[in-house]
């Protein structure tokens, strides 16, 4: 369990950050200003996560209690790593608890992603490719996934039904990756934008798994259209009759 109690500070800037400030836009300043106001930025840099979704994982498997040791785990859009951080932790894929088995924790993603320990990343990979799948089937035990986590979404365009579709294609297609790799009765946790076409991603979850849900952790900015999609209880699809 986590706790992150935000306390209000006064903002305080130097005269270097100050003259930085006004070299940036209005757009880069108010982004700037929000980070550093931002409690989940200041704990991230605290507790050494590679960035402030860590806290959304943290708190969805706080109460989902997805991650387990023991668990096989494929991180899709894994950069710069902060998911993949907690899975390492939660399912003891460096053998940190002696007492408790050892699982495995796969980062994909187009980006680098700096090395972790307790984690195996293919950087500059398409989660799509059969490559990369044939990659995976090779890193997991007996080739197969317990959970697939996504935390992956599409450059912005600055239109956002074009980007909420985008993302929408990007989860449907986790549904062919689970299809290859993700166990009978795991689980896949992604990001997907609210938008007209969230409602059919749900319905093509709920034909493979027994159970979906959407969520939005309190580490998710309320001006954010960001939710998740939790689907468990998956059941492979059977195939048609040639």
């Known amino acids: ?69 023991g668990l096989s785990v494929v991180d899709c859009g894994a950069a710069p790593g902060a998911w993949s951080q907690v899975a390492v932790r939660r399912v003891n894929s460096c053998g940190t608890d002696p007492g408790s088995p050892c699982g495995t924790v796969v980062g994909i993603d187009l980006l680098n992603i700096p090395p972790l320990e307790g984690a195996h990343f293919l950087s500059h990979h398409d989660v799509t490719d059969p ?31 074009m980007d909420h579709e985008r993302l929408v294609a990007m989860c449907s297609s986790l549904i062919d990756l689970a299809e290859k790799i993700l166990r009978p009765g795991g689980s896949l946790l992604c990001k997907y934008w609210d ?29 954010s259209a960001e939710r998740y999609f939790i689907a468990r209880m998956y059941r492979k699809p059977l195939k048609a009759p040639r």
């Open 1 to 69: 369990m986590w706790c992150l109690t935000p306390q209000r500070r006064s903002l305080h800037c130097s005269l270097p950050l100050m003259k930085k400030m006004k070299m940036k836009s209005p757009a880069e300043q108010r982004w700037l200003l929000r980070q550093l106001r931002d409690p989940y930025v200041k704990a991230s840099h605290a507790l050494n996560f590679r960035c402030r979704s860590a806290f959304k994982l943290l708190e969805m498997d706080d109460q989902l209690r997805l991650l387990r040791p």
């Open 131 to 161: 490559a990369t799948h044939a990659k995976l089937l090779k890193l997991l035990p007996d080739g197969r996934a317990h959970v697939i986590l996504s935390d992956m979404a599409p450059n912005a365009s600055g239109f956002r039904e």
């Open 195 to 223: 938008g007209i076409h969230a409602r059919g991603l749900q319905e093509k979850l709920c034909g493979v798994f027994g159970s979906v849900r959407t969520l939005k952790p309190n580490a998710s900015r309320k001006d």
